[in-house]
C-alpha cells in the first residue's frame, strides 16, 4: 500500500485494537456506474461511516479522517476498484480492519494458500443493502479469531509480497518435481477451480 496505510505504527495498530467502535466505514471516489453510490446510502453517523470523496450520499467526507477511520473500523468495506483489486484491500489489512470484499470476480491475492474466509468477508454486489446486518450477525468471539487471523496474514504474506509470490512459486515447482518423480506427471483435473474465494 501507498501512503498513510505503510506507515501505521505498531503502537498505532495495538492502540485501535481497543478502540474499534465503528462497525464499518468506506470512503472514496463514488462512481455513478458502480455499486458505490449504494454504499453511501448506509451512512448513518455512527456506527457506520460510508462517504463519497466527490459528493452524494448522507456524510460529507470532509468530516472525516481517512486514517482515523481505518484505525477505528472493524470492517472496512473494499469495494470493485478499476484494477484487478482495490487498493483498499491491502490499506484494510495494513490497518488491521477486516476486509470486506465487495466484488463478485475478483481473484484474491495468495489465493492458492489463504483461505480469505478466515480473515475477510466477501459479498456480493447484490447484497450491499444488506451488509448492515450481515456485519452484525458475526459473532463477537468470530470477529476476534478474524483479526488474529489478519494480523498473522499481514505479518507473513503481505509485508514483502515479492518475497511470499517467490516462495508460492518455488513451493509448486517443488510439488510438481516431487510429482513428476513419482511418475503420475503432476496432470490431472483438480486445478484449482473456485480458488477465488
Known amino acids: 500500500p501507498n501512503g498513510e496505510a505503510a506507515r501505521v505504527s505498531p503502537a498505532e495498530l495495538a492502540a485501535a485494537r481497543g478502540r474499534r ?40 467526507a470532509q468530516h472525516w479522517d481517512y486514517k482515523t477511520l481505518m484505525l477505528s473500523s472493524v470492517f472496512s468495506v473494499a469495494p470493485a476498484g478499476n484494477g484487478l483489486h482495490s487498493f483498499r484491500l491491502a490499506e484494510a489489512i495494513f490497518f488491521g480492519s477486516i476486509p470486506v470484499i465487495v466484488d463478485d470476480e475478483v481473484t484474491l491475492p495468495f489465493c492458492s494458500v489463504l483461505d480469505w474466509r478466515r480473515f475477510s468477508v466477501r459479498i456480493r454486489q447484490s447484497q450491499v443493502s444488506q451488509l448492515p446486518q450481515l456485519l452484525r450477525a458475526i459473532p463477537p468471539a468470530e470477529v476476534a479469531r478474524m483479526q488474529t487471523r489478519l494480523a498473522e496474514v499481514k505479518r507473513k504474506y503481505f509485508l514483502f509480497p515479492f518475497n511470499t509470490a517467490m516462495a508460492i512459486l518455488h513451493l509448486r515447482v517443488r510439488e510438481a518435481q516431487r510429482a513428476a518423480a513419482k511418475g503420475d506427471g503432476g496432470g490431472g483435473g483438480g486445478g484449482g477451480g473456485g480458488r477465488g474465494r
Do not use: E, W
Request: charged content about 20%; overall charge positive; glycine content about 16%.
Open 21 to 60: 467502535s465503528l462497525l464499518a466505514s468506506f470512503k472514496g471516489v463514488c462512481q455513478s456506474s458502480s455499486r458505490r453510490p449504494q454504499l453511501a446510502k448506509l451512512h448513518n453517523g455512527r456506527d457506520l461511516i460510508m462517504v463519497c470523496t466527490n459528493g452524494g450520499g448522507r456524510g460529507s
